[in-house]
DNA sequence: GTCTATAATTCGATAGAC
DNA sequence: GTCTATCGAATTATAGAC
């Protein structure tokens, strides 16, 4: 079947990350893309030019945080927690990044590059000017990374089979700890 | 150089071990391996059968965790931080685990079983019996994992600058609650 | 826009000489 | 115990016909 450029782009690029979500950036190959888009492998290489920069295409998301200063102060840590899991949940973008990140380079570039550019405004309005805002962010994101390791990654039974009301309300406490509690402060 | 077959078999098991923990399993190559340890790929193949039984004897590990019971009841969440930063700092047995259980069902299968029969028992004579046992020890393990990912592979610079006191002032008080406080409660 | 053919590497694994 | 030689498969990537 003959299609047009942008759907087969765009059907290369939805099969592109599906791989990289299920097999990270050194299992998923060109040729398997390929056969899940059903069309050749050398278009793939046609339109995104290597492997390198099919992932880049791939990797590219917005994590579409709120506002937090709308938010209910004493709410925020639910709240994000709330929405990363929806996140995860919602499409393979964080996954893609997720499982490619721990073992290349530019992945895990592109994870603190979201870190920078997308969590910490959003934190540092929150917190406003304060030395400890970097590390607050990096805290909280500690624990959501954490989180979906252990949830959709490595499947351990017991934060599989939570529901996402108990999960927010074990780990939402903790994120809100990390953006606006003490450090000593605890039980 | 002639060796002999113990010291051979070790060198290339510290080597493997390097690889895997830099590399991840499907990066990490037994050409590389055999280069680092000096000596002829097809070593490898003759002590170990192939890669996968390789990574087997590479990833077994201990995580030498303490009986909580004998600690203060209220220091387990620290001392729990403590001693896995000492755990991932020490040697690269974790970090084997952790590179290659994200792309590797066997590895990441071996991550749950240390989790089954390493941690839980631990926590479980902590806790007594109790039906959120499981629960409670997972999302410790999430926060703990996360760190790490956080810290030694993903290299978030607020995280990676932070002291190991901070770490634990800061974490501590999460496991802490995880394992000893109630769901809501925070701050 | 799509595909065939193929180059150039690299990998895990095996056979066998010394 | 160590190494050479090599197989067979898989990979990224390119050139070019239709």
Same mark, same amino acid.
Not at 39 to 54: A, C, H, Q, T, W
């Given at each position: 079947? %003959? %299609?047009?450029?942008?759907?087969?782009?765009?059907?290369?690029?939805?099969?592109?990350?599906?791989? $990289?979500?299920?097999?990270?950036?050194?299992? !998923?190959?060109?040729?398997?893309?390929?056969?899940? !888009?059903?069309?050749?492998?050398?278009?793939?290489?046609?339109? $995104?030019?290597?492997?390198?920069?099919? $992932?880049? +295409?791939?990797?590219? /998301?917005?994590?579409?945080?709120? *506002?937090?200063?709308?938010?209910?102060?004493? &709410?925020? @840590? +639910?709240?994000?927690?709330?929405?990363?899991?929806?996140?995860?949940?919602?499409?393979?973008?964080?996954?893609?990044?997720? %499982?490619?990140?721990?073992?290349?380079?530019?992945?895990?570039?592109?994870? *603190? +590059?979201? $870190? !920078?550019?997308?969590?910490?405004?959003?934190?540092?309005? /929150?917190? #406003?000017? *304060?030395? &400890? @805002?970097?590390?607050?962010?990096?805290?909280?994101?500690?624990?959501?990374? #954490?989180?979906?390791?252990?949830?959709?990654?490595?499947?351990?039974?017991?934060?599989?089979?939570?529901? *996402? +009301?108990?999960?927010?309300?074990?780990? #939402?406490?903790?994120?809100?700890?990390?953006?606006? #509690?003490?450090?000593? !402060?605890?039980?």
């Amino acid at each position: 079947m %003959r %299609r047009s450029s942008e759907q087969t782009k765009a059907t290369i690029l939805a099969a592109a990350r599906e791989r $990289f979500a299920v097999d990270g950036y050194e299992r !998923a190959t060109i040729r398997s893309i390929a056969a899940d !888009a059903a069309i050749d492998p050398s278009m793939v290489m046609r339109y $995104f030019g290597n492997k390198e920069k099919l $992932f880049a +295409a791939a990797a590219e /998301f917005d994590l579409q945080l709120p *506002r937090l200063a709308g938010l209910d102060r004493d &709410d925020v @840590g +639910a709240r994000l927690v709330e929405h990363f899991l929806d996140r995860w949940e919602g499409d393979e973008a964080l996954m893609v990044l997720l %499982r490619s990140a721990v073992t290349n380079a530019e992945a895990a570039h592109r994870m *603190r +590059a979201i $870190f !920078a550019e997308q969590l910490r405004p959003v934190t540092d309005e /929150f917190l #406003g000017e *304060r030395d &400890d @805002g970097g590390q607050r962010a990096a805290l909280a994101a500690s624990q959501i990374l #954490g989180l979906a390791l252990a949830r959709y990654v490595l499947r351990f039974d017991p934060v599989v089979a939570m529901s *996402r +009301a108990e999960l927010v309300a074990w780990v #939402g406490p903790t994120v809100q700890r990390y953006l606006a #509690g003490r450090p000593e !402060a605890s039980v």
